[in-house]
């Protein structure tokens, strides 16, 4: 059985920074592409992050380029995301899924929908 769990939201000020969990087990992160997505209240939920297995690349929507950085712990079978100056409109509820067979960046950031999803974690951004 594949589980994911999320951990590390919480509520920050703007241009704080935050730093969230996703403890893998059933599959191995090094062998299938994971990633990070939210939804915000009202939204649809999108892709934010992603590390591609088979080349390792880390990519990202380009709302939080240069602010979050995605990566990884293979012996731990966990992924990060550390999230920097963010921004109220960051303020979602955060998930981590897998697998993501493949994803990147041309023009736009693009992934396969993943089959299994974390229950998530509240990120809120105040102003």
């Known amino acids: 059985e594949v589980q994911l769990v999320e951990s590390g939201g919480g509520l920050v000020q703007a241009g704080g920074s935050l730093r969230l969990s996703c403890q893998a087990s059933?599959?191995?992160?090094?062998?299938?592409?994971i990633g990070w997505f939210r939804q915000a209240p009202g939204k649809e939920r999108e892709g934010v992050s992603c590390?591609?297995?088979?080349?390792?690349?880390?990519y990202y929507q380009d709302s939080v380029k240069g602010r979050f950085t995605i990566s990884s712990d293979n012996a731990k079978n966990t992924v990060y995301l550390q999230m920097n100056g963010l921004k109220p409109e960051d303020t979602a509820v955060y998930y981590c899924?897998?697998?993501?067979?493949?994803?990147?960046?041309?023009?736009?950031?693009?992934?396969?929908?993943?089959?299994?999803w974390g229950q998530g974690t509240q990120v809120t951004v105040s102003s």
């Open positions: 059933g599959l191995s992160i090094d062998e299938n592409g």
């Open positions: 899924a897998a697998p993501i067979v493949i994803c990147g960046y041309s023009g736009s950031y693009y992934y396969t929908k993943p089959a299994y």
């Open positions: 590390i591609n297995y088979s080349d390792g690349k880390t």
